[in-house]
């Protein structure tokens, strides 16, 4: 119900925007959240934005890199990532809560696109 979009190779240093669409989801009523999960480590939590955006919340390792916004009338989420490192490449995943905490942990959110490559590298 969630496609994540955007996903490429790309140099150090460079940039990216994700896209997630959620044509099964009306995604005004969620928070919605970026994760990401590399080779043989767990799905770790990137950023999260309340419904009508006025609370953000970053990982520790993405803050002030990385920008989390959305479009209610267009039901899509973006993910800008900047300055962008090799331990950014991941598979990136799109996911949604209804809650009316921005909350970290995957468990949480009941939603899932089913994800799209970031690879860093030169």
């Known amino acids: 119900q969630l496609v994540e979009s955007g996903g490429d190779l790309v140099q150090p240093g460079g940039s990216l925007r994700l896209s997630c669409a959620a044509p099964g989801v009306t995604i005004s009523w969620y928070i919605m959240g970026w994760f990401r999960q590399a080779p043989g480590k767990e799905r770790e939590f990137v950023a999260g934005i309340s419904p009508s955006s006025d609370d953000v919340k970053y990982g520790y390792s993405v803050e002030g890199r990385f920008t989390i916004s959305r479009e209610n009338d267009k039901n899509i989420v973006y993910l800008e990532m900047n300055s962008l490192r090799p331990d950014d490449t991941a598979v990136y995943y799109c996911?949604?809560?209804?809650?009316?905490?921005?909350?970290?942990?995957?468990?949480?959110?009941?939603?899932w696109g089913q994800g799209t490559q970031v690879t860093v590298s030169s």
């Open positions: 996911a949604a809560d209804q809650h009316y905490l921005i909350r970290t942990t995957p468990e949480h959110y009941k939603y």
